[in-house]
């Protein structure tokens, strides 16, 4: 009775919030035309929002938008919410300078709005625009609320994007399927994943990890996913929910011992339960949880379903594969005729040596053509649409991954992104692209390559990247920002970080990587650089160049000071190598001197990066973990919450977590106290085995770093949440401190740069 009095509780807590109702998946015009004005509310405020008119006609001919002026007001034209959205992003460009960006946004506008002197009119060439990674809800979406929701679905449809992934509130199907199979909840307990990991839970990669989850914490996401529905459909976007892949509890087999279940390890997880597609009890199971799903969240008819993320099927028999899809995709049909699977293509790249070409064939050949959409999700660096014939007939959607673990070096694949969509729809063998995608694992880094990819989805031609990097800085740093010189900068940049076609994923630092004197330790930490820092530290000096006071200097836009900071940081975690292995030949030498100077450096360096770190949002631990304990209610909920932030971030998982340091952050907080500590407690070590004449024992270090590093993870620190000192007067600081060194070290001069100012 007690539970039972919770359980309604709970309920009625949520209906007196008003949650909108999520399972209505289509909009008419007039519903859409009030979404899309409550969005250019909330974009340019109700006052200005009144020199807007808002005209939307459906059409089954392909999205478009328009803008132009009655003479009175400026009249927004689509075929849906997205279009109008599109519409309004187009006009306050052209008219208003304006630019919305994750870091660093120039949206100042006039009084009154100018009225467009002309019609323009934009088509996308693209049925499909897709948006997001599993990935992306745990690395940089963790701990959002709704507001931050809004914002993004905002930016997400005034970029034209239609088809988003959204996998929020999964939990509370699972929960109602298998309380249904009968599992109690304290079975599930051990099964659910803590909030930073329900990526990896969904997927089939790990049990419990980051747990136990409340109920109280499953049903916020659940209302927070009901929200996030709504808001995404009524501006006439087609969300992308998942469907069952065969993930079960780990006593599965002790209630149905019969039944064909597999058993999986991800990197060194404990093995999770996979019920087979060709047990009788998949189908069982995945109808109920489509059933389920859409009762909760109504449903668009598109189904994202990985069975084998990162593992590998029990045998690589063409029947069994084809065998394995048909069943996967039956059991969407049964519940939804008009359902289609959307797949990522990671695994046919991710686990090549497996995903032969008759492997590929025979699992996409269990499903119907019109029956499935592929994610070429890594498109710009490792394409396999190349080379499976265009999958085999398959619709597929050219997809921008760039990012892992939402880390923030200067990479890209610019050439790539610029070039290659446009041109694939004029080739023949890629007749059955439908759309194009961004599938990164984490947001809010980089903000040019994503702002490149954009540009793509209302245009048919490739990009010309200086004449978009002339739009791109003249928006960002003002009409009267520092033009030649910052122009310059970024081109240097689009032809070196930003052009990657050596590293997967930009190179890390050496100081987020555990401690050692490996040039280039591997694993999560690969520290070779695809490109000649000679390049970076050019720009460089070039931004320097116009950080003064004064007219015409970019010093006073937000996207400048946000951009300098960034650079300066990818030159000091640049920089970090050398002086690491300054310090290693000091060792070798025996040196102490030497040493004791170098790590000084070295220790220094990471001193100054916290210092212009902490002058952003953007790079605050600090809003990080606020933001987790913020989303726990209990003291409980908060102390797990932060402790899944914390550990995400560094070990991943176990203390013997193969991928620790993969979501490395360089962020102030995570500089002071987590990288610098774990540095000095290196050079501590191999300063006393130069005084004790003994031989650096590595191992016995790495081995201390995993108890010293768990502790942390458990601790309770607090940190900055709003950022401190001056970004363009630090960056000119750490320039005078630095900069001349690195002359004669990467043979770069500062001819022709004007640093007066320093």
Known sequence: MKKYILVLATLMCLACREVPDATKSEFTAAEQSDAAERLVERVVGKKAARAFSIVITPSTDG????????GRKIVLEGNNGVSVASALRQYLSDYCSWQRSWCGSSENLPDPLPLPESRVKKESPYKWRYYLNYCTFNYTMSWWDFDRWQEEIDYMAMNGINMPLAVTGQNSVWKRVYNSLGFTDEELESFFSGPAYFNWF??????????PLTDNLMNKHEELQKRILHAERSLGMTPVLPAFTGHVPPTFSEKFPDAKVKTTSWVNFSPVSILQPDEPMFNTIGEMFLKEQSALYGTNHLYTADTFNENLPPQNDSLYLSGMSSQVFQAMRNVDPEAVWVMQGWLFHHKRAFWGLPQIEALLSGVPDDGMIILDLWSERYPVW???????GKTWIWCMLHNFGQNITLSGNVTSVANDPANLLKNPDAANMAGIGLTMEGIEQNPAIYALMFENVWRDTPIDTDEFLKEYIGLRYGSTGPGDAALHAWQTIFRSAYENNVNNGGQESIITGRPSFAKNPGGTTNTNMHYDNADLIHAWDLLISCAGPGEGTGEGTDGFRYDLVDVTRQV???YASVLQQQAF????????????EAAAAFLGLIDDMESILATRREFLLGKWISDARRF???PGEK?????????LLTLWGNRDCRIRDYACRQWAGMMSSFYRPRWEHFFSAVRLALETSVDFDQEAFNEESKDWEWEWVNSHEDYAVQPCGDSVEECLRVYAKYRSAMDTLYNVSVEGVDREMI
């Open 639 to 647: 102390d797990l919450c932060e402790r899944n932030a914390r550990n």
């Open 572 to 574: 000091l975690a640049n």
């Open 202 to 211: 969904w997927m089939g990669n790990l049990d419990g990890w980051g747990g």
């Open 386 to 392: 190349n080379r499976t014939e265009s999958y085999f």
């Open 585 to 596: 030949k000091a060792y070798l030498s025996k040196d102490m001197a030497a040493f004791d």
């Open 632 to 634: 726990g209610d209990s």
């Open 63 to 70: 999205d478009w938008f328009a803008y132009s002026s009655d």
